[in-house]
């Protein structure tokens, strides 16, 4: 999101600019002062001074321990960025802000380059990315050194308008509010469209062997508004491109058309009296009309692609009820704050993240999370801003507000992943930057190649103008965003959250999935899993377990008292219950002092096992903890309980898909052999290796990723998968997990639901192939379009109905991936 400017630390004197003040001691030089992080004492200061007096063309250095800042002058931006890393180098940090923009006026991916390169001509712009199909712009600068209005002012001189980006509900409206205007809608393109029917009728009524003909006085007043006030936004964008020494669409289409129209005037004005000369005004007039409707037609098509945004950015209320003083009052939602008790009435969307106190209802999350069932809510239980509350009333205490609540944190990943290029967008990005010059040459060579050979100037010209015209840069620009918005649009409405575009491309081309197992493959909740009594009565055994652990808050215990609640089973009140350090709980139920623990409290004291140490043998195998209940008087052996860690009920598929699209699946765990090994049985995984310690899993998956043909992929939810997750190529996260697991990770998943794997490595499959299929068309138009023009075989009016739709067509087909659903339970090759 933006940085507004009051967290930026520029100089005192006037803020920085590309050329801010000189330096007093070296002309030419620049003051600047970069925050530092990590400096702790005195040393680290003399360390990151002798770091930037080693930099060419920094001067002046002094670094102050105290408000952490570097205080340096720069002869160039080259020279200021080459401080920053100097500092890195030396093991600190320059904090780095991210600052969005709207763009304005952007038409193609000639217009992309253009502003990305006025931005990184910034000193302290360490990149920039230019989204066309979101207009939008993301620049990470050095904190401290450039502000949106510095970034703003440079796209203005590039001949774009830009504004900061306030928020994401008017970052996901701004387009919209630009769409509004009159001369975006269709009404412009009605009324050009009105004005060049009568020039092209004439045309169409030759082809039935009617001539008709317009007095060319009459064409020119019907074209003339056409070229000069419908087509007046490409005069005006090629004007800012020819002044910024750069090309666009636009300019190849101001020059295609207006040479057609000046080519008519001059014939009108050379004609013999009487005679009717061969006049171009429908070819100028219907080109203009038709771009301007391929343009509108793309508008419209780039706002479904942003649906996803918006709709998520729809589900935050305006409102909140908020009980203060014992009364409940609505207040804007942006007043509510951490630990407000909140009111959420059957039917309303809960408007903040919060924890239930009162009440029981179920919950629609789908929006957020993909699930499609209704959610259970009882007291103790999270409540997720965005959610639809049904049946019941609930009072919640508020937990998160603003950018910290669940759908805030989404919007801002989706945000992310919509904003970032994908690595196979430099390509394009490089073509681009070339292929207007290229375009304006091939275009002059026409003419001349036709005019001198052929001594028609008036058919040279046409040809030129049809070279000019086809050649349209907006569907390169277009190919890879539009499907990239579509693609993590359609993931997100799946529960499917992906972090950035390189995560995206990189995910179809996965070959191991390597799994953690507690809290991933399994609930992570332990539950009893096998009662074993000595006397045979199980539901006396559970009685005296239950009545032991009633008060405790261990997970083993909840898993008991929880089967007993299932049960309908009623533990007395146990008495002197304590713990033993390290073994065990004790107690006395129903007068009879009782020890529950490990097989080293049974051996401690000398307990007989009996019968029952078969099975204990036998469930430890299967990697079940077992515990033994024990009279403390007699020291004899009452009973044993197992637990186990449940598998998740979509784990079985999600193995399964995988394997069916040739994925080798792997289990990295901590856990001992035997719960690995029965874990692995149960899923059919490929691999399983037991017993690795957390800090060992980043090089299990380093090893698996050693051969250098293998692309890997990890699935975990907590801390301890951080690691591993980040030395992934691509690193996917539980949303059921800790933060910083999701942090490191390139995709989230909202559900843990493990059979989203596979749909996420769909939707990243999908989503490549139609910018594939995307870059081909882009491509296809002009290599065949552009010989066609030079060949005289292409009319300007065809050139300009196929430029109109090479746009529009790429972005149709980004939007096919709408129709994209996850398929859990289904083989995964039939999601792609």
Same mark, same amino acid.
């Not at 009404?187 to 003909?213: D, Y």
């Not at 990239?484 to 529960?495: D, K, N, Q, S």
């Not at 800090?695 to 975990?716: I, S, T, Y």
């Not at 843990?752 to 296809?780: C, E, Y």
């Given at each position: 999101?933006?940085?507004?400017?009051?967290?930026?630390?520029?100089?005192?004197?006037?803020?920085?600019?590309?050329?801010?003040?000189?330096?007093?001691?070296?002309?030419?030089?620049?003051?600047?002062?970069?925050?530092?992080?990590?400096?702790?004492?005195?040393?680290?200061?003399?360390?990151?001074?002798?770091?930037?007096?080693?930099?060419?063309?920094?001067?002046?250095?002094?670094?102050?321990?105290?408000?952490?800042?570097?205080?340096?002058?720069?002869?160039?931006?080259?020279?200021?960025?080459?401080?920053?890393?100097?500092?890195?180098?030396?093991?600190?940090?320059?904090?780095?802000?991210?600052?969005?923009?709207?763009?304005?006026?952007?038409?193609?991916?000639?217009?992309?380059?253009?502003?990305?390169?006025?931005?990184?001509?910034?000193?302290?712009?360490?990149?920039?990315?230019?989204?066309?199909?979101?207009?939008?712009?993301?620049?990470?600068?050095?904190?401290?050194?450039?502000?949106?209005?510095?970034?703003?002012?440079?796209?203005?001189?590039?001949?774009?308008?830009?504004?900061?980006?306030?928020?994401?509900?008017?970052?996901?409206?701004?387009?919209?509010?630009?769409?509004?205007?009159?001369?975006?809608?269709?009404?412009?393109?009605?009324?050009?469209?009105?004005?060049?029917?009568?020039?092209?009728?004439?045309?169409?009524?030759?082809?039935?062997?009617?001539?008709?003909?317009?007095?060319?006085?009459?064409?020119?007043?019907?074209?003339?508004?056409?070229?000069?006030?419908?087509?007046?936004?490409?005069?005006?964008?090629?004007?800012?491109?020819?002044?910024?020494?750069?090309?666009?669409?636009?300019?190849?289409?101001?020059?295609?058309?207006?040479?057609?129209?000046?080519?008519?005037?001059?014939?009108?004005?050379?004609?013999?009296?009487?005679?009717?000369?061969?006049?171009?005004?429908?070819?100028?007039?219907? !080109?203009?009309?038709?771009?301007?409707?391929?343009?509108?037609?793309?508008?419209?098509?780039?706002?479904?692609?942003?649906?996803?945004?918006?709709?998520?950015?729809?589900?935050?209320?305006?409102?909140?009820?908020?009980?203060?003083?014992? !009364?409940?009052?609505?207040?804007?939602?942006?007043?509510?704050?951490?630990?407000?008790?909140?009111?959420?009435?059957?039917?309303?969307?809960?408007?903040?993240?919060?924890?239930?106190?009162?009440?029981?209802?179920?919950?629609?999350?789908?929006?957020?999370?993909?699930?499609?069932?209704?959610?259970?809510?009882?007291?103790?239980?999270?409540?997720?801003? *965005?959610?639809?509350?049904?049946?019941?009333?609930?009072?919640?205490?508020?937990?998160?507000?603003?950018?910290?609540?669940?759908?805030?944190?989404?919007?801002?990943?989706?945000?992310?992943?919509?904003?970032?290029?994908?690595?196979?967008?430099?390509?394009?990005?490089?073509?681009?930057? !070339?292929?207007?010059?290229?375009?304006?040459?091939?275009?002059?060579?026409?003419?001349?190649?036709?005019?001198?050979?052929?001594?028609?100037?008036?058919?040279?010209?046409?040809?030129?103008?049809?070279?000019?015209?086809?050649?349209?840069?907006?569907?390169?620009?277009?190919?890879?965003?539009?499907?990239?918005?579509?693609?993590?649009?359609?993931?997100?409405?799946?529960?499917?959250?992906?972090?950035?575009?390189?995560?995206?491309?990189?995910?179809?081309?996965?070959?191991?999935?390597?799994?953690?197992?507690?809290?991933?493959?399994?609930?992570?909740?332990?539950?009893?899993?096998?009662?074993?009594?000595?006397?045979?009565?199980?539901?006396?055994?559970?009685?005296?377990?239950?009545?032991?652990?009633?008060?405790?808050?261990?997970?083993?215990?909840?898993?008991?008292?929880?089967?007993?609640?299932?049960?309908?089973?009623?533990?007395?009140?146990?008495?002197?219950?304590?713990?033993?350090?390290?073994?065990?709980?004790?107690?006395?139920?129903?007068?009879?002092?009782?020890?529950?623990?490990?097989?080293?409290?049974?051996?401690?004291?000398?307990?007989?096992?009996?019968?029952?140490?078969?099975?204990?043998?036998?469930?430890?195998?299967?990697?079940?903890?077992?515990?033994?209940?024990?009279?403390?008087?007699?020291?004899?052996?009452?009973?044993?309980?197992?637990?186990?860690?449940?598998?998740?009920?979509?784990?079985?598929?999600?193995?399964?898909?995988?394997?069916?699209?040739?994925?080798?699946?792997?289990?990295?765990?901590?856990?001992?052999?035997?719960?690995?090994?029965?874990?692995?049985?149960?899923? *059919?995984?490929?691999?399983?290796?037991?017993?690795?310690?957390?800090?060992?899993?980043?090089?299990?998956?380093?090893?698996?990723?050693?051969?250098?043909?293998?692309?890997?992929?990890?699935?975990?939810?907590?801390?301890?998968?951080?690691?591993?997750?980040?030395?992934?190529?691509?690193?996917?996260?539980?949303?059921?997990?800790?933060?910083?697991?999701?942090?490191?990770?390139?995709?989230?998943?909202?559900?843990?639901?493990?059979?989203?794997?596979?749909?996420?490595?769909?939707?990243?499959?999908?989503?490549?192939?139609?910018?594939?299929?995307?870059?081909?068309?882009?491509?296809?138009?002009?290599?065949?379009?552009?010989?066609?023009?030079?060949?005289?075989?292409?009319?300007?009016?065809?050139?300009?109905?196929?430029?109109?739709?090479?746009?529009?067509?790429?972005?149709?087909?980004?939007?096919?991936?709408?129709?994209?659903?996850?398929?859990?339970?289904?083989?995964?090759?039939?999601?792609?």
């Amino acid at each position: 999101m933006s940085t507004p400017a009051s967290s930026l630390s520029p100089v005192p004197n006037p803020a920085p600019d590309p050329a801010p003040n000189a330096a007093r001691n070296v002309p030419g030089a620049a003051e600047w002062r970069l925050p530092v992080d990590g400096m702790t004492c005195a040393s680290c200061v003399g360390r990151v001074e002798r770091a930037l007096a080693k930099v060419p063309g920094v001067h002046d250095v002094a670094v102050n321990l105290a408000t952490e800042q570097a205080t340096l002058h720069a002869e160039s931006g080259a020279a200021l960025a080459a401080a920053a890393q100097a500092v890195t180098d030396a093991g600190y940090d320059v904090p780095r802000d991210e600052i969005e923009l709207d763009i304005a006026d952007m038409t193609c991916a000639s217009c992309v380059g253009r502003v990305e390169r006025a931005l990184r001509a910034i000193p302290g712009v360490q990149d920039a990315q230019v989204n066309l199909a979101t207009e939008r712009a993301t620049v990470t600068v050095l904190r401290g050194t450039a502000d949106a209005t510095v970034l703003a002012a440079a796209v203005t001189r590039a001949g774009y308008g830009a504004k900061p980006v306030v928020d994401a509900a008017a970052a996901a409206s701004g387009t919209a509010a630009r769409q509004a205007d009159f001369w975006s809608g269709p009404w412009p393109v009605a009324i050009s469209a009105a004005l060049s029917l009568p020039l092209v009728a004439p045309m169409v009524l030759e082809w039935f062997g009617i001539h008709a003909m317009l007095p060319g006085w009459l064409q020119w007043l019907l074209a003339t508004p056409v070229q000069f006030v419908f087509g007046w936004r490409f005069y005006k964008a090629g004007y800012k491109a020819v002044r910024a020494r750069a090309g666009n669409m636009d300019l190849l289409v101001a020059l295609g058309t207006s040479a057609a129209y000046a080519l008519s005037i001059w014939q009108m004005f050379d004609a013999e009296p009487g005679a009717m000369p061969h006049l171009y005004f429908e070819s100028a007039a219907v !080109v203009i009309t038709l771009v301007r409707l391929g343009k509108w037609l793309e508008v419209r098509a780039k706002r479904q692609t942003a649906d996803a945004i918006r709709a998520l950015a729809a589900l935050r209320p305006d409102t909140a009820r908020v009980v203060r003083n014992g !009364v409940e009052q609505a207040v804007p939602l942006a007043d509510v704050r951490v630990g407000d008790e909140i009111v959420v009435r059957p039917g309303e969307r809960i408007p903040v993240d919060a924890e239930v106190v009162t009440g029981n209802s179920h919950a629609d999350e789908s929006m957020l999370t993909g699930e499609s069932l209704p959610v259970p809510k009882q007291p103790g239980d999270r409540l997720t801003g *965005g959610a639809i509350n049904f049946e019941g009333l609930l009072v919640a205490r508020t937990v998160a507000v603003g950018a910290e609540t669940v759908l805030a944190r989404i919007i801002r990943m989706v945000e992310h992943a919509q904003a970032a290029k994908a690595p196979i967008q430099r390509m394009v990005d490089q073509v681009s930057a !070339v292929f207007v010059p290229v375009v304006l040459g091939i275009a002059l060579a026409t003419l001349l190649g036709w005019g001198v050979m052929g001594g028609d100037w008036s058919q040279a010209l046409l040809n030129a103008v049809a070279v000019l015209v086809i050649a349209c840069p907006c569907a390169l620009g277009l190919a890879t965003p539009t499907a990239i918005m579509a693609g993590t649009g359609a993931g997100a409405r799946a529960g499917i959250l992906i972090k950035d575009a390189e995560a995206l491309e990189v995910a179809h081309r996965v070959s191991i999935v390597a799994f953690d197992k507690t809290g991933t493959l399994t609930v992570g909740k332990p539950e009893v899993v096998a009662l074993h009594a000595a006397d045979g009565d199980d539901n006396a055994l559970l009685e005296k377990l239950a009545a032991l652990q009633a008060g405790s808050e261990h997970p083993l215990a909840r898993a008991v008292v929880t089967l007993a609640g299932e049960r309908a089973i009623t533990a007395p009140l146990a008495a002197d219950v304590r713990a033993l350090p390290g073994r065990g709980i004790a107690g006395v139920v129903a007068g009879q002092a009782l020890q529950l623990g490990s097989e080293g409290l049974r051996a401690s004291l000398n307990a007989d096992a009996g019968a029952l140490q078969a099975d204990a043998e036998r469930l430890r195998g299967e990697g079940r903890t077992v515990s033994w209940l024990i009279d403390a008087t007699t020291h004899s052996v009452l009973g044993l309980v197992a637990f186990g860690d449940a598998l998740k009920p979509g784990a079985v598929a999600a193995i399964a898909r995988l394997r069916e699209a040739g994925i080798r699946t792997v289990m990295l765990t901590g856990d001992s052999a035997g719960a690995a090994a029965r874990v692995a049985s149960v899923l *059919g995984l490929d691999d399983v290796q037991a017993e690795v310690l957390p800090e060992d899993k980043a090089a299990r998956v380093m090893a698996l990723r050693a051969d250098g043909k293998a692309v890997v992929a990890m699935v975990g939810d907590g801390i301890n998968d951080a690691p591993a997750l980040a030395a992934a190529d691509v690193g996917i996260a539980m949303s059921t997990g800790t933060d910083v697991a999701m942090h490191a990770a390139g995709i989230t998943l909202m559900r843990g639901d493990p059979a989203l794997v596979a749909d996420a490595l769909a939707v990243s499959h999908r989503t490549v192939r139609k910018i594939r299929q995307n870059l081909f068309w882009a491509f296809i138009y002009n290599v065949i379009g552009i010989p066609l023009a030079v060949a005289g075989l292409l009319n300007p009016v065809v050139a300009g109905a196929a430029m109109a739709f090479s746009s529009v067509s790429v972005v149709s087909n980004a939007l096919l991936l709408r129709r994209w659903h996850p398929l859990a339970g289904k083989p995964a090759k039939e999601s792609r």
